[in-house]
């Protein structure tokens, strides 16, 4: 089968649309046409180079589609699906036993090798010249791509695959790190540090638990407005001389309870420890490259601030993805105010308008259920 996809032909270059040979399933795989895709700041991390997988390359972690083809193993997933992509997990290491399948032990592996879960075959290929992919197990900026079973979720057909796609990777990871984490109690203070996917999805799962307040820290005056109209009682503009004295003093209680760091800045993750109240804690779920260093000072930890690291929600896709979704279906997760779509093609403007801080999540449409 053929696919169109977006390729990266080298590190920090530009998309190409290209056509493309996929491979059939495996045994514990399924062939899905792709509808929509997420962009996410992982994928472009790995344009430029955070990662190891080779180039030219297909991205994308964040698909929504139809099966079209199962492998032999697979009972859990048929053609006519329509599905969800997440984050892939090798389902028999120890931390996967243990239920946090978002810090398996094979995970670097099945997300950046550019290999299927086999370690040796492609997805892709473009005559008899290699198209790394698998990225997360599926490189969705493809129209048609592999993905593992396991990390492949049926979602309701009545759904829209369009706002679907925004969920696997920064909503799971937003709303994972409150509910799962965090785990904020009706009337606890929160402060969102960074809203863009990742931090509106925080956003909202502090508001369906209750926080008061809820306090958003961002560089666009444009993004604090949304906040406010989401649920943030308070915002801040991160370049305010001031930030960490007022946040404080909105927070109450000589400090905020609850700080999500979701920028995958130095300066942010300071900040996010800094406005915490005595045995507050700051969950860091915004990435950054290799070697990138905090200075934190020690008396400040002293006082029982934690900082914890979360990765994907620490959620069990298989699960809490389907509850995010039914939560946005009865209208408590307003995903959608926060997507605009994009032709498949122009991935390189809606990056260029994400980065840009002019589009919070951009959703590549690739076709029609």
Known sequence: MQARAAVMPERHGRWTMETLEVAEPGPQEVLVRVVASGICQTDVHARDGFFPIPCPAVYGHEGAGVVERVGSAVTTLKPGDHVIMANPSCGECPDCLAGFE?????????????????????????GHDPIYGSFFQQSSFASVTIAMARNTIRVPNEAPLDI??????????????????????????????????????????AKLSGCD??????????????????????????????????????????????????????EALRAAVEVLAPRGTACLVGSARAGVDVHLEMRTL??????????????????FLPHLIALYRAGKLPIERLVRHYPHAAINDAVADMLAGTTIKAVLQMGTV
């Open 102 to 126: 978002a810090y398996c032990s094979k995970a670097p592996v099945l997300k950046q090798s550019g290999y299927r879960a086999d370690g040796t075959s492609l997805s892709f290929s473009r």
């Open 164 to 205: 679907l796609a925004a969920f696997p990777c920064g909503v799971n990871t937003g709303a994972g790190a409150v509910m799962n984490v965090l785990k904020p109690q009706p009337g606890d203070s929160y402060v969102a540090f960074g809203t863009g996917t990742v931090g509106f999805a925080g956003l909202l799962a």
């Open 302 to 319: 002293q006082q029982g601030r934690m900082v914890r690291g979360c990765v994907q929600g620490e959620s069990d896709v298989q699960t």
């Open 213 to 266: 307040p809820i306090i958003a820290v961002d560089l666009f005056d444009e993004r604090l407005a949304l906040a406010r109209n989401l649920g943030a009682t308070h915002t801040v503009n991160a370049k305010d001389p001031q930030l960490i004295d007022k946040v404080r003093r909105l927070a109450g209680r000589r400090g905020a309870q609850f700080c999500l760091e979701a920028a995958g800045f130095p």
